[in-house]
């Protein structure tokens, strides 16, 4: 009779406790070196129960935070008056974005045609990744018409929100005019970025926002991992 796998018992038991919350969503597994301790074996064979469990979707690393038990999924209602930390602090989760790229370029063809901008237009862009409660749910992309928010992207890097950076160019308030939703599969940076496998399905995001006069201001991009948020869309 073969026998099983340890790094399979491993993985079994883990799983098992998970299950009877011994692990609840959002908290930290013990070390791999605690770990290999308790069940007599080497990191290696615990490292490889953690990756099958990851590859599961029940748990997921945080590079130098260490493994955690993944959350449920984070509700995410998609309607004119969408606030990224508004959401989350009214779903229960703590909200955070962290920067990749802020930059300043030439628009694309369809950033012109999404913001009204004329060809050889400047376009500022904010791409970062958003998190609920430390983990990563989305990477997402912003762009901006250079020409209306010359100092936005010192705003954003103070403050990281597209609220708070608009307020501060006199955008006081806006509303989102369009929204597609389409189902992806994630590329080798999105899933590096959302702790994902490559091929793992993600959704998709495109929309405008625009001022109370119509004036498109964001053209926005975001790639949500499936398994993390519940999209749902609402009129208010």
Do not use: C
Not at 21 to 31: M, Q, V
């Amino acid at each position: 009779m073969a026998r099983t796998p340890v790094w399979k018992s491993i993985a079994t038991t883990l799983k098992s406790e998970i299950a009877q919350a011994h692990y609840g969503p959002g908290e930290k597994l013990p070390t791999e070196a605690a770990l290999a301790a308790r069940f007599g074996v080497n990191r290696h064979t615990v490292r490889h129960a953690l990756s099958a469990l990851s590859d599961e979707g029940l748990l997921h690393s945080r590079r130098g935070a260490g493994v955690f038990v993944t959350q449920v999924p984070t509700d995410y209602p998609i309607g004119r008056r969408v606030r990224f930390h508004q959401n989350l602090a009214a779903s229960g989760r703590v909200p955070a974005k962290e920067i990749l790229t802020l930059e300043t370029r030439a628009a694309g063809l369809k950033e012109r045609e999404a913001l009204g901008l004329d060809d050889g237009a400047q376009v500022h862009v904010y791409e970062g990744l958003s998190l609920a409660d430390g983990q990563v749910i989305a990477v997402f992309r912003s762009v901006f018409p250079a020409a209306r928010f010359t100092t936005i992207l010192t705003d954003l890097q103070d403050s990281r929100s597209v609220t708070k950076a608009l307020a501060q160019a006199g955008v006081e308030d806006y509303v989102r005019v369009s929204t597609k939703l389409t189902a992806k599969l994630a590329n080798v940076t999105q899933a590096l970025h959302l702790q994902i496998k490559e091929g793992a399905p993600i959704l998709r995001t495109v929309s405008v926002n625009a001022d109370l006069d119509g004036v498109p201001i964001e053209y926005g991009h975001s790639w949500f991992a499936g398994d993390r948020v519940t999209l749902s869309v609402t009129n208010l």
